[in-house]
C-alpha cells in the first residue's frame, strides 16, 4: 500500500495538485471570508470555519509531504518513507477530521483533548518502529487506527442523536439537517480511510482517492457555508454580595418563579394571541424570552403537561395552517399552498408535511380533498335551501 505510483503519471499529478490547491483556496476562504458565498444569509459559526480550514491545510501537508517524499526523498527507502508519511497524517489530518465532526454538533461544547490524547500512541509506535527499523509498523498502526475509528464512531453516533433531541427541544421547525449530513460527512472521509489502506499500489484506487478527496473539499466547505450559527441558553449570572445573594437577583428570581405559576397564561397573551409561533426559526429561549420567564422554567412547565416545544409549536403552526386554509376557501382567494406554509412559520414543506400528519393523521393531499368536499357540500346544501 501507499505506493504513490500515480505519482508517476502526469494526468494523476495534475489531479493530485488540483486536489491540493483546490483545498488550500477552500481553508483560505473559510479562514478569510466573512460571509457566505453559497448561503449568505447564513451565518456559520466563527468556531467550525476555523476547524475546517484547519482540516483543509492538513489535506495541502498531506499531498505535500507525500509527493516530496515519494518522489525527491527516500524514493528507495519505502519503509522509512511509509513510517514518516503515515505518521504524519495520522497526528494532523486524522484529529483535524475529528476535530471538524465534533464542532458540528452544537448542543455542547465537547472537550477536544482526547483527541489529542489518542494521537500519542501514532507517535509513540512511529518512534519505535522506526529506531528499531521494525518492518510490521503497518501493521500497528493499521490495528491502532481500527480501533480509534470503532471508538470514535460509536462516541460519535451516541453525540448526533442526543443533537438530534437537542434540535427537537429547542428548534420547533427543524430547518436545520446538521444530523444527517453530519454522517454523511464521517461516511465520505471513512470511505477515503479505506480506500488507502486498501491501495496495494493499484493506480485505480489512488484516482478514486483523489476524487473522493475533492468531494470532501466541496462538501466541507457547503456544509460550512450551510450551518446557521445555533445559539444556545445564555445563563444568567446571579451577583453575590459578602456571601449573600443581592436584592435585585432575588428579585429577579422571585419573578422567574412567579412567572412560572403562570405560564399557560403567559403563552396564551404573548405568544398564542399575537401569533409569535409564526416566527421562523423561534427557538426555545428566544420563546421563554418573549413570555418573561426562564427557558428552564418553560421547559420544566411543558414537560408537565405532557409536551415538548416541539409539538407545542408545531401543533400551534398546524391549527394555524388550518384555520387560514379554511378562510381562503370561504372567501375564495387564490393563496398557494406555499405561501400559507411560510404564513405558519415554516420554510420547509418537507418540515411542514411531517408536522401536519403527525398533527392529523392525514396527509395535506388527503386532509385538502376532504375539506374541499366538505365545503361543495355547505355549498350544495346552502343553494337547495335557497331555492325553496
Partial sequence: MYEHQGLQEVFFVMLYGGASMMALLAALYLLLRRTNVVSPGVNSPRELRSWAAAFLFSVVASHVWWY???????????????????????????????????????????????VVAAMVPFAVIAVLSIVQHNHRFELYMESYSLLLCVVFFIIYVREVWCYGRWLRDNYADLEH????????????????????????????????????????????????????????????????????????AEDAVDDVVDTGADVAMLLQTRCETTLLYVQHDLTLSQLAAEIGTSRATLNAWLSEQGDTYHAYINRLRIDHFIDIYRESLSVEHPYTIY????????????????AFRKRTGLTLAQWMKKENLAKKSTHHAYNGYESR
Wanted: glycine share 4%.
Fill in 339 to 354: 405561501e400559507l406554509v411560510t404564513h405558519c412559520g415554516y420554510s420547509s414543506y418537507a418540515t411542514f408535511s411531517t
Fill in 177 to 248: 439537517k446538521e444530523v444527517w449530513q453530519s454522517l454523511v460527512l464521517i461516511a465520505c472521509i471513512l470511505l477515503v480511510y479505506i480506500v488507502y489502506t486498501t491501495n496495494e499500489g493499484a493506480l485505480a484506487t489512488e484516482y478514486l482517492a483523489q476524487w473522493l478527496t475533492l468531494a470532501i473539499i466541496l462538501f466541507i466547505v457547503w456544509r460550512v457555508d450551510t450551518l446557521e450559527r445555533l445559539v444556545g441558553e445564555q445563563v444568567k449570572v446571579v451577583p453575590i454580595v459578602d456571601g449573600a445573594v443581592s436584592e435585585q
Fill in 68 to 114: 516530496v517524499l515519494g518522489i525527491h526523498w527516500l524514493e528507495d527507502d519505502r519503509f522509512l518513507r511509509n513510517a514518516i508519511a503515515i505518521t504524519l497524517d495520522r497526528i494532523t489530518f486524522v484529529p483535524m477530521m475529528m476535530c471538524v465532526l465534533l464542532r458540528m454538533l452544537q448542543h455542547r461544547r465537547l472537550p477536544l483533548w482526547p
